[in-house]
């Protein structure tokens, strides 16, 4: 039994969610061998909050080139954000977990990157929960022994797009074809 599940018992506890997009994007790729493969959000935020009330979800990704449909899906049904960073989330993320920490009861970072050890510590020293999801092989075991408790992702939790189809024009064939003189 776990302790949502056990009776009588009322979890009243705020989690904040922040993701390195880059860093979970690259761990499910290597993982599948496929850059078509993404999170299933529907599948993971509510495993991951396991009854407890979701306080922020901020989606950090470098680059410029972020999906629309993912800003307004997080947007929609978790009220969450994505927010680009100029290099790496490293830095945007720390300065969020920090701005948070005295909000929240938890912060689930996801992420495997051995950068955000120091993070945690700093996290549960400010007497913040601090929960590690990420793709197992490719987080550092430093990290997930400094967390408070840490979710493995799996194929359970993400998908794979089928690609595009390129629109090709059909071949013409004699009787379509147009002569040209």
């Not at 993070?119 to 590690?132: N, Q, S």
């Not at 400094?146 to 004699?174: C, G, I, M, Q, V």
């Amino acid at each position: 039994m776990t302790p949502s599940q056990t009776e009588g018992v009322l979890i009243s506890q705020s989690v904040a969610i922040l993701i390195d997009g880059n860093n979970i994007e690259r761990s499910i790729h290597s993982e599948t061998g496929d850059e078509n493969s993404m999170l299933n959000f529907d599948t993971l935020i509510p495993r991951l909050l396991d009854n407890r009330g979701l306080s922020r979800l901020v989606y950090f990704r470098e680059g410029k080139q972020i999906s629309q449909k993912l800003k307004d899906r997080l947007h929609e049904f978790y009220h969450g954000s994505v927010r680009p960073c100029h290099k790496s989330a490293d830095i945007p993320l720390s300065i969020k977990a920090t701005q948070v920490a005295s909000k929240v009861d938890t912060i689930i970072i996801m992420s495997g990157d051995s950068d955000f050890i120091e993070l945690v510590r700093h996290l549960k020293a400010e007497g913040v929960r601090v929960e590690i999801a990420s793709v197992p092989s490719t987080t550092s075991k430093l990290l997930i022994e400094e967390a408070d408790y840490f979710h493995a992702l799996n194929k359970e939790f993400w998908f794979t797009l089928s690609p595009k189809r390129s629109k090709r024009k059909t071949p013409l064939n004699k009787k379509n074809k147009k002569s040209i003189k």
